[in-house]
């Protein structure tokens, strides 16, 4: 039976006491290191190391500061420790028959809350249930001065002004060291279904971006080598009405494609050549890509795989209003942060006043 969960007293020891030596700490640590220069590179799991550009500075753990404060389960929200396993909480979740809605991609076992909401990163339902960013509902964090911060709470709210807690989705440690994650959960869905279609990809983009204007309780879409999978997810009825009007086979195998998809283990990912995303608006254009590709989210985001120059992605993603981020492997030096001239000069202000001394995970995003 699902219950609430909180920081207990373990043995007459009151671990709010270490959370408090453990925050502080940590705190020093960051003053000492902005008084004498010295960069620090936070780490959670280093499951993402690959990400952004190269690591820089001295190694600053968080992994050991673990565990789920505070879990509702009937107010839909939990509240961990950044350094609580990706693992654990989903499987904390998952007896209460809940699950984190944006199906964030771990990388391995050892993957933290922390580390996955500082890289921002989804899985195949992003569109369609919302991003890492839209679900966090507050933070505790400690900037590039040693101050301990705390932004947002535990509800859904309108706010007056920039939520800062969400800010820190997608900064990659360069804002601040998160040390506490609020975050809105989801029912897992009585059922869902996979069924594909053979196209090409420009029939599958007419397909995928026509759905976004219907009522189907689509959770997920891909298509990769002529073949178009869409994840149905909700009521068995409402499923196989749905179903009944697309048409296309049924995959039995739905479930594990989804859950490589989002882990990077098809077969697609392991071929040559360096892994850049190409984000854009969905369109129903196909972009000139000669190169292996996967697209997902609705046509939203393309997988890349090669060996040409950066240059030539830009070109093909500017022509459709996207940008590039390159996602593992090659050149790691290059400045590809996807920001345009204004992005740039308002994440350098950003930086600047949260983490004056750019001791922070320095150049991780940007130089």
């Known amino acids: 039976m699902a219950g609430t969960f909180r920081t207990p007293n373990c043995h007459g020891f009151d671990l709010r006491f270490y959370v408090s030596y453990f925050i502080q700490s940590l705190a020093k640590t960051v003053r000492d290191a902005a008084t004498k220069g010295d960069p620090l590179c ?44 990706l693992v654990d909480i989903e499987a904390t979740l998952a007896r209460a028959g809940q699950m984190l809605p944006f199906e964030p991609p771990g990388f391995g076992v050892d993957a933290t809350i922390g580390g996955t909401i500082a890289c921002g990163l989804s899985g195949p339902a992003r569109p369609y249930r919302g991003a890492a960013r839209d679900l966090v509902l507050g933070i505790t964090c400690i900037n590039g001065k040693g101050q301990i911060l705390k932004f ?29 994650i609020s975050l809105k959960v989801l ?31 689509v959770t997920a879409s891909a298509w990769h080598d002529d073949l ?20 296309g086979e049924f995959d039995p195998d739905g479930d594990q494609f989804w859950q490589k998809l989002k882990e990077h283990r098809l077969d697609f990912f392991n071929g040559p050549g360096s892994l850049w995303r190409l984000s854009l608006k969905p369109k129903n254009e196909v972009l000139p890509l000669t190169d292996p590709h996967l697209i997902e989210w609705g046509g939203g985001l393309y997988w890349v795989k090669t060996s040409r120059p950066p240059s030539d992605l830009m070109k093909i993603a500017a022509s459709a209003g ?3 981020t390159r ?37 991780r995003l940007f130089v």
């Open 42 to 85: 936070i780490q959670g799991g280093n499951t993402k190391q690959f990400l952004g550009r190269e690591p820089l500075g001295k190694p600053c753990p968080v992994s050991g500061y673990a565990g789920v404060i505070n879990y509702e389960p009937t107010e839909l929200v939990i509240t961990a420790k950044a350094g609580t396993r």
């Open 152 to 180: 947002g709470g535990q509800v859904m709210k309108n706010v007056a002004g920039y939520d800062v807690s969400r800010l820190m989705v997608g900064s990659m440690g360069t804002l601040g060291i998160m040390t506490e």
């Open 187 to 217: 029912p897992v869905p009585k059922s869902t279904k996979t069924l594909v279609f053979e196209c090409s990809s420009s029939a599958a983009l007419k397909k995928m971006t026509s759905l976004f204007a219907r009522s189907i309780p």
């Open 228 to 247: 178009l999978r869409i994840r149905l997810s909700g009521v068995k009825g409402s499923i196989d009405a749905a179903s009944a009007k697309l048409g």
């Open 322 to 324: 996207g940008y590039i």
């Open 327 to 363: 996602f593992n492997g090659g050149d790691r030096s290059e400045n590809l942060s996807g920001l345009d001239g204004v992005g740039m000069r308002l994440n350098q202000q950003l930086k600047k006043g949260f983490d004056p001394h750019n001791i922070l995970n320095p150049g």
